[in-house]
């Protein structure tokens, strides 16, 4: 959750490009389809250049080594990083599916699990209900246009599904076959939780879980330290840089 209500200031968006731009020469200079790639996904992402090429490096990771299985987001905002994970399951042979999901109606209200900074961001309102509270909003027509108008994926391929976590994920977990790799950008502590409890057991042996926010939201740790305990986990977890996490399952 990099700035979760005002949209930054324009100096501040200034310099959040300048750096993008510079990482993505340095970095990418020598692939020029995944430059081209990050610089038209960028203005529809929070995500900077080290989170967008993890998703698109660990994507052609499973490719490589033959680990077959869907790719799924929880948290789409208006779309730039799903669109990433769009285009590596486009690209796979044989292609696979991109499950993207949101209520497209930004956050749901947090809880007291995510912290009195938080619950300040919110005025108070930490029931939990699923009512938006006006955070990170982007409609599913914007994100519908970005995937099949401007990128042109496929419908069958790029599934976009509207809905709270807690409310869609229960049916939905049942039609999502194995997933190779579960990008969980979701912020609060339930919104976190709600994800792994029912899409941690779909990820394939040799899978990926990519954890957005690990070490910026407390809610979102938690959720996450709380779930491996519960269940007996113990995973290795990398760092992407110094917010994203991600680790392999066995
Ligand atoms: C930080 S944004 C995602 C950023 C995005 N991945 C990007 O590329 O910039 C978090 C998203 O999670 C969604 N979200 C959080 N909790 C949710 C819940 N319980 N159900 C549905 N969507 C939720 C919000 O609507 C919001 O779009």
């Known amino acids: 959750m990099r700035n979760p209500v005002p949209e930054k200031k324009s100096a501040a968006r200034l310099i959040d490009w300048c750096i993008f731009c510079l990482q993505c020469l340095w970095y990418s200079g020598s ?8 610089f038209s996904v960028k203005p529809y992402t929070q995500l900077g250049y080290r989170r967008l090429a993890n998703i698109y490096e660990l994507a052609e990771r499973l490719e490589k080594e033959g680990v077959k299985g869907d790719f799924v987001e929880c948290g789409v ?3 730039g990083a799903a669109a990433i994970l769009a285009f590596q399951a486009a690209r796979a042979k044989p292609p696979r599916k991109a499950w993207l999901i949101d209520s497209f109606a930004g956050m749901p209200e947090p809880t007291g699990q995510d912290g ?3 619950g300040k961001m919110v005025n108070g309102r930490t029931e939990g209900r699923l009512h938006p509270v006006g955070i990170n909003v982007a409609s599913l027509e914007q994100v519908e246009k970005l995937l099949f108008g401007r990128f042109g994926f496929d419908r069958d391929k790029a599934v976009v599904v509207k809905g709270w976590f807690q409310e869609v994920l229960p049916g939905l977990s049942r039609r999502i076959g194995g997933i190779a790799l579960l990008r969980i950008d979701a912020d609060w ?6 994800c792994l409890s029912y899409l941690y057991d779909s990820v394939v042996s040799a899978g990926y879980v990519i954890i957005d926010d690990y070490n910026l939201l407390p809610g979102c740790k938690n959720a996450v330290d709380e779930f491996m305990r519960e269940r007996g986990l113990r995973v290795e977890l990398t760092a992407i840089d110094r917010e994203g996490v991600y680790f392999r399952k066995k």
């Open 189 to 194: 502590y339930e919104s976190t939780k709600v």
């Open 31 to 38: 692939n020029p389809r995944k430059l081209r790639l990050f």
């Open 77 to 79: 905002w208006k779309g």
């Open 116 to 118: 009195p900074m938080i």
